[in-house]
């Protein structure tokens, strides 16, 4: 009957998903932290099996919003930093070339398709901004209605469990809207995107530590550890980080790195389709 209900009242699985997910994201599990979005995800990829779907116009709108806060938020932070903060921001460069680079490999070695290699990609820099990017450039391809909707669900699943790996009414919409074929997605690929997913998340993360380390000479951990959690945006690991220092040391290059990646992972959605 539940069931029924949500596939009838799409909205009700909606605020469902927000709140049940940021519900489950406040959670801490030892040094992991899920957050709201990822939490949100999970849950409408549940709810979404209810057959329960939202309007195109809505998932626009969201996401039109979020990609806006996004901007608004980073963008100050990006060009104030891009100049004095370059040793900072290079570390988001490294780490963006590794990451993209794998995931290529993993396409050529695998045969991914687009959709499963930009969700890898977002899930693996922990960067949800990348699924809308990717999922609206997969839209406007020259492809059957069916086969975007796939590629689109496809984003989302591999985004799934790679982000669980490595590590909010947008990704409810495009959760409950991906949910049924998501679960076929996972039951093809899902030992090989999760295998992948631990490569392209962990592999960069080491090379662009031992950059930083060797190359770019800082001997500071605390300065480090705050750069490199930056360069994934992931603010659960920098609250690890932070707790660790003891000080808001790491606080200066996270707030570069994180600009910088905000702006530059965000692009490669897009990249990635059209590289695919």
Do not use: H
Request: hydrophobic share 60%; net charge positive; charged share 10%.
């Amino acid at each position: 009957m539940i069931w029924n209900l949500l596939a009838s009242q799409p909205e009700i699985a909606l605020f469902a998903s927000l709140a049940i997910g940021f519900f489950i994201g406040s959670f801490k599990f030892g040094p992991i932290q899920l957050g709201g979005a990822c939490g949100t995800l999970i849950v409408a990829l549940i709810l979404g099996q209810s057959g329960a779907r939202l309007s195109p116009d809505l998932k626009n709108i969201a996401f039109a919003l979020f990609i806006f806060a996004l901007g608004f938020t980073g963008g100050p932070q990006f060009f104030a930093n891009i100049g004095r903060g370059w040793r900072y921001g290079l570390l988001s460069v490294v780490e963006l070339v590794v990451v993209l680079g794998l995931v290529l490999g993993a396409v050529a070695l695998f045969e991914l398709d687009r959709g499963t290699a930009a969700g890898l990609l977002a899930g693996a820099a922990t960067e949800s901004a990348v699924v809308g990017t990717a999922s609206e450039a997969i839209g406007k391809l020259a492809l059957p209605a069916a086969e975007i909707a796939r590629l689109q669900a496809n984003i989302v699943t591999a985004y799934s469990v790679s982000y669980l790996f490595g590590l909010a009414a947008f990704v409810a919409a495009v959760g409950l809207n991906s949910g049924l074929a998501a679960v076929v997605t996972v039951k093809n690929s899902g030992l090989t995107i999760f295998l992948l997913g631990a490569v392209v998340t962990i592999l960069p993360l080491v090379l662009t530590m031992l950059f930083g380390r060797y190359v770019l000479r800082y001997t500071n951990a605390a300065l480090l550890a705050g750069a490199l959690t930056g360069s994934r945006s992931a603010n659960p690991a920098f609250g690890g980080v932070l707790d660790k220092a003891e000080s808001a040391v790491p606080t200066v290059p996270f707030a570069i790195t994180y600009a910088l990646a905000n702006v530059l992972l965000t692009l490669l959605g897009p990249l990635v389709v059209g590289l695919v």
